[in-house]
C-alpha cells in the first residue's frame, strides 16, 4: 500500500464550480499535511498546510483533515480558469540529522472551463 | 528577489553521458533537496543535504551524486549508471523544520 494515494484525475468542471481534491494516507502517526498546487512544466508551489486534524481556510481554499478516515481534502470555491494545474498533496516526514522529506501522492489535474 | 533558479530549463543528453543540473538558491536556506518527478508517480527524493559538506541518499539515489561546497548551491549529476534518466527534476530549499520551496525545475531528455 502506498504512503499517500491520490486519484490522478483528470477533473474537470465550470468555472465557478466547488472542487474537491483528495488524498488518503496509510500511517495514522502522520500530522502535517500540505497541499501544492504545479502549473505545467512548473516547479510546485505551497497552497497550504495544516496540523493534526480540523480545517483551515484561506481565501476561496479550505484544507480539511479526517484522522479517524486517513482523509485530507481540499476545496476550491468558485473555480477560476486560472486555477487548472495539478494539486499534490504531500506529507513531511523526518529524515536522519533532522530536517523532513516530503512524500508526494501522484497529483490531481484539475481544468476549469470557462 | 529572493528564490530558487534552476537550469537549464530543458536538457538533452545521449545515452552514456554523465550530465549536470545547477540548483542556487538566495532563500539562506541550509536544507535542500533533489526531486523526480514522472508521470502518474509523483515527486520522488534523490537527495537531500541539511548543510554545507553533507549530504544523505533519498529514495532512488541509484544513479546519481550530488555536492554541497556551498550553502547556496546543490547541484545534481545524473550519471550513465541511472537507467531511466529521462525526467522532470526539481530542487527544493527549507529552513530547519519548515515548508520546503521548489525551483521551476529542469526536464532532462536522454536519447
Known amino acids: 500500500q502506498k504512503e499517500v494515494e491520490q486519484d490522478p484525475g483528470p477533473l474537470s468542471v465550470p468555472e465557478g464550480a466547488i472542487v474537491s481534491l483528495n488524498c488518503t494516507y496509510s500511517?495514522?502517526?502522520?500530522?502535517?499535511f500540505m497541499w501544492y498546487r504545479q502549473y505545467s512544466r512548473k516547479g510546485p508551489e505551497l497552497l497550504m498546510y495544516?496540523?493534526?486534524?480540523g480545517n483551515k481556510e484561506d481565501g476561496r481554499f479550505t484544507a480539511q483533515v479526517d484522522k479517524s478516515s486517513k482523509y485530507i481534502s481540499l476545496f476550491i470555491r468558485d473555480s477560476q480558469p486560472s486555477d487548472s494545474a495539478t494539486y499534490l498533496c504531500?506529507?513531511?516526514?523526518?529524515?536522519?540529522?533532522?530536517?523532513?522529506?516530503?512524500?508526494f501522492g501522484t497529483g490531481t489535474q484539475l481544468k476549469v472551463e470557462l | 528577489d529572493g528564490g530558487i533558479t534552476q537550469s537549464p530549463k530543458y536538457l538533452f543528453r545521449k545515452e552514456g553521458q554523465n550530465v549536470t543540473l545547477s540548483c542556487e538558491q538566495n532563500?539562506?536556506?541550509?536544507?535542500m533537496y533533489w526531486y523526480r518527478q514522472d508521470p502518474g508517480q509523483g515527486l520522488r527524493l534523490i537527495y537531500y543535504?541539511?548543510?554545507?559538506?553533507?549530504?544523505q541518499k533519498g529514495d532512488i539515489a541509484e544513479g546519481y551524486s550530488v555536492s554541497r561546497e556551498k550553502k547556496e548551491s546543490f547541484p545534481l549529476t545524473v550519471t550513465s549508471a541511472q537507467k531511466n534518466p529521462t525526467a522532470f527534476y526539481l530542487c527544493?530549499?527549507?529552513?530547519?523544520?519548515?515548508?520546503?520551496?521548489f525551483g521551476p525545475g529542469t526536464r532532462l531528455t536522454v536519447t
Open positions: 527544493a530549499s527549507s529552513a530547519p523544520g519548515r515548508e520546503q520551496y
Open positions: 543535504s541539511q548543510i554545507v559538506n553533507d549530504f
Open positions: 495544516t496540523y493534526s486534524s
Open positions: 532563500l539562506n536556506h541550509d536544507a
Open positions: 504531500a506529507i513531511p516526514q523526518g529524515l536522519t540529522g533532522g530536517g523532513n522529506k516530503l512524500t
Open positions: 500511517n495514522s502517526a502522520f500530522q502535517y
